[in-house]
């Protein structure tokens, strides 16, 4: 039985027809994957990237009075050469008046107060919510989500009616006898903790139900076979295990909450300095809007720097383990 020998000359042998199928697909495969994520970057791009710049480039303008109110960044001379105007002093400006100070910080001190109070009812509204029945859960989630269906304006006005000094609040408390005049509740610090704590509380509330129904029960189980008391077993295995959702809820209310201008301006009546009140008056008032955008990149550094370094350090620890 003879065998023929191929002939090192002949040509090697194209690709096959499901070679060159499985090859397009995958192209096509990597080309659809590329088009999804250019849809969300586009966007963060066009409404994110592109408004922080054209603020940041208001900030080291000039204000002039005149429209736009502040100087071009770009100058072109009479010989045809292009310079660059960048005006620092507004950055400098809101660092040494202390009235940006005082509104930063106490900005930073209300959301701070704010997150720890939405904190402490939210918690044990979203671990009760875990441990009801399927039918009271989906009630339940329901109730948390549904004032998002009313106007967030409508629900502030709501509040004002409630706690004004003829309000539905203090006439209740008149007419059973509790207080004999009414309470100023309306106009102040409270207002304002109340306000917020309403607001933001759902966005409390959603992620940390998402990580407590995610936790495996059998280690409370273990915990209590291991003789755990029921405090003890929530300190030390519900209580670190929820951190991640703790975390996540406390950024979405502090975020919003340090730059709110609706709640304070409404419920605290203007008495209530906040930073969002004074990039209104900067903006609108006072038509500086070069001091205006210093004030609005401040506070997104003020803002942003403190999540970078705690989601470096978060995926510091993810590596270790």
């Known amino acids: 039985m003879s065998s023929v020998a191929a002939d090192p000359m002949d040509p090697a042998p194209g690709p096959t027809q499901a070679g060159l199928g499985a090859r397009i697909s995958r192209q096509l495969q ?4 590329l088009c999804v994520i250019a ?30 109110p502040f100087s071009a960044l770009f100058d072109l001379t ?14 400098l400006f809101i660092f040494e008046d202390d009235l940006y100070i005082r509104t930063y910080l ?29 039918m009271a859960r989906k009630l339940l989630l329901m109730a948390i989500i549904l004032p998002f269906w009313t106007s967030f304006l409508l ?24 207080i004999d005049e009414p309470i100023r509740m309306l106009y102040t610090d409270f207002a304002v903790y109340l306000g917020i704590v309403y607001t933001y509380l759902p966005f409390m509330v ?26 003890g077993i929530f300190f030390t295995v519900t209580l670190p295990l929820s951190i991640p959702g703790i975390v996540a809820g406390s950024l ?23 930073i969002g009140r004074v ?36 995926a510091k620890e993810a590596e270790k383990v």
């Open 30 to 33: 990597a080309s659809w994957k």
């Open 39 to 68: 849809v969300p970057y586009a966007w963060m791009l066009i409404f994110f990237l592109l408004p922080f710049f054209i603020v940041f480039k208001i900030s080291l303008a000039e204000p002039l009075i005149a429209a736009p």
């Open 78 to 91: 009479e010989e045809g050469i292009v310079t660059i105007r960048i005006i620092l002093d507004n950055f």
């Open 106 to 134: 106490n900005s930073v001190k209300i959301s701070t107060i704010s997150t720890i109070l939405c904190l402490l009812v939210g918690y044990p509204i979203a671990y009760g919510i875990v441990r009801s029945g399927e």
């Open 155 to 178: 629900r502030v006005y709501a509040w004002m009616g409630l706690l004004a000094d003829k309000g539905t609040i203090n006439n209740l408390l008149i007419s059973i006898g509790i």
């Open 206 to 231: 959603l992620p940390l139900y998402a990580n407590l129904e995610k936790l495996d029960s059998s280690l409370n189980e273990a915990a209590a076979d291991l003789g755990a008391k029921p405090i």
């Open 252 to 274: 979405l209310v502090f975020i919003p909450a340090t730059g709110e201008y609706v709640i304070p301006d409404l419920l605290g009546g203007g008495n209530v300095q906040m």
């Open 279 to 314: 990039l209104y008056n900067e903006f609108h008032q006072n038509k500086d809007w070069p001091v205006a955008s210093a004030v609005a990149i401040a506070l997104l550094f003020l803002l942003v720097v403190p999540m970078m370094i705690y989601q470096r350090y978060q």
